[in-house]
């Protein structure tokens, strides 16, 4: 199996969202060469930058559907492969939103990506308008396998912003059993985007997991990476990067020279 120190060499990594413009099917899909423009100009701005990863993520999608279309798994594919193809330095990902891993996972292996995000993993979670996610972290392990993707690594949220826990654990507990169950690295966000969690939930849930990764989420930016960074093992920034839809060079320069000042 791939470890995450096997793909990311730098011991405190930060990975940048490529946060897609809609895909076929929804309202104001701009065309698929206005997509892969859109992702080639972020992977360019990120490996000049130093960032160590990049996640193509359907984010304007919306409303987000609970399962991907075809036409999204393929535009998601080819984007991806895009972008895999387009980097030098910068370690490939994706997610597709809003519950299917599997499909994520196929368009990984498919492409050569190394890692995906799943947002529901281990935690029983409701959420207002789609109801309750399907949570199925053996079944995903499992398909994993069937279709041959073990060098794609599994980055699983808990207790993932936007949704409520349909029971009571804490968030320790849920570190411990998304470890337990597979997961390749643990993602902790803030209560919604562009909120951090605070360094005592970073402290806690590595006091719990060990050497497994935890990763902040969301609310990672240049004002709080020095604190943040310093408790866990990297960073999925999305929103504190992005000025006018793209990812900004003088935004990812300055986190990263943050971040080089921890090392």
């Given at each position: 199996m791939t470890k995450f120190s096997d793909i990311f060499l730098n011991p405190k990594p930060l990975i940048g969202v490529i946060h897609l413009p809609p895909l076929p099917g929804y309202a104001g899909y701009p065309g698929i060469d206005t997509l892969i423009s859109k992702a080639l100009i972020d992977t360019d701005v990120c490996e000049k930058?130093?960032?160590d990863g990049l996640l193509v993520e359907n984010e304007y999608d919306r409303p987000h559907q609970l399962l991907a279309t075809p036409e999204v798994t393929t535009a998601?594919?080819?984007i991806t492969n895009v972008v895999r193809s387009a980097t030098k330095n910068c370690i490939t990902g994706c997610e597709i939103l809003l519950n299917d891993p599997?499909?994520?996972?196929?368009?990984a292996n498919a492409t050569g990506a190394r890692f995906i995000r799943t947002d529901y993993f281990?935690?029983?979670?409701?959420?207002?308008?789609?109801?309750?996610?399907v949570i199925d972290a053996a079944g995903l392990l499992k398909y994993r396998k069937r279709i041959k993707a073990e060098k794609v690594l599994i980055f699983a949220d808990i207790q993932v912003k936007y949704a409520t826990m349909t029971i009571k654990r804490s968030l320790e507990k849920s570190a411990e059993l998304a470890f337990q169950a597979g997961a390749d690295a643990i993602i902790i966000t803030g209560d919604e985007t562009g909120q951090a969690p605070s360094v005592q939930c970073l402290e806690k849930v590595k006091k719990v997991v060990g050497?497994?990764?935890v990763l902040i989420g969301s609310g990672c930016s240049k004002e709080n990476a020095s604190e943040l960074l310093?408790?866990?093992d990297g960073a999925i920034v999305?929103?504190?990067?992005?000025?006018?839809?793209?990812?900004?060079?003088?935004?990812?320069?300055a986190l990263v020279?943050?971040?080089?000042?921890?090392l």
């Open positions: 930058s130093g960032i998601m594919t080819q599997q499909a994520s996972l196929a368009v281990i935690d029983p979670m409701f959420r207002e308008g789609y109801g309750d996610m050497s497994l990764p310093a408790a866990c999305g929103t504190s990067l992005i000025q006018n839809d793209q990812i900004n060079a003088e935004e990812a320069l020279k943050i971040r080089n000042a921890l």
